[in-house]
């Protein structure tokens, strides 16, 4: 099985730095231009399956990449992105001490109030993963958020600490994975050029 993980395009939040965690904001012209790039690079590939997050701009991003009607969408719970709480809409520069150290440095500093523990995203995306394996699919589509993807990418390279946090994935990044006879091995990663809108 060839699992392609990829990242949301832009929101307008995005453009402005500002964290949206569970906003469920939509994607911008830039961000459906971005998925639209990325879709050319993965045109030959007919998709078993297209899962998204619950939020518009997932879905709209795998509609668009995966070739398929939102309808056809597959949405999963488990892959929306991580809980910010009260950081939510805030500036990335303006979210305070506690907060640019966790979200720089989850290994060593703790979740601070209101956001969702780098544990909990590790056990939600495993038992996501565990069961999208079960399946028998030839290539499958996974689109959710630059939180989530962190821990799917750290499953499915099997880190100790269920993370793969740096580099961050940009929108509209593909990276592809393959899951064969019980192991996963990283194939490549097909990131955008830069769209001007």
Known sequence: MKIYVTRHGQTNLNKQELMQGRVDEPLNETGIAQAK??????????????????????????????????????????????????????????????????WGFPEIFPAPKTVEKVSEMVERSSSFMKELESKDYENVLVVCHGGIIRAICGYLEDKKNGIKWRPRPTNCEIRVYEYKDGAHRFIESYKNEEVSK
Do not use: C, N
């Open 37 to 102: 790039q990325a879709a050319q690079k993965v045109a030959d590939v007919k998709f078993d399956a297209v899962y998204a997050s619950p939020l518009d701009r997932a879905k709209k991003t795998a509609a668009i990449i995966g070739h398929v009607d939102e309808q056809d969408l597959i949405i999963d719970e488990r892959i929306i992105e991580a809980e910010f709480g009260k950081y939510d809409k805030r500036k990335y520069s303006a979210v305070g001490l506690w907060m640019s150290l966790y």
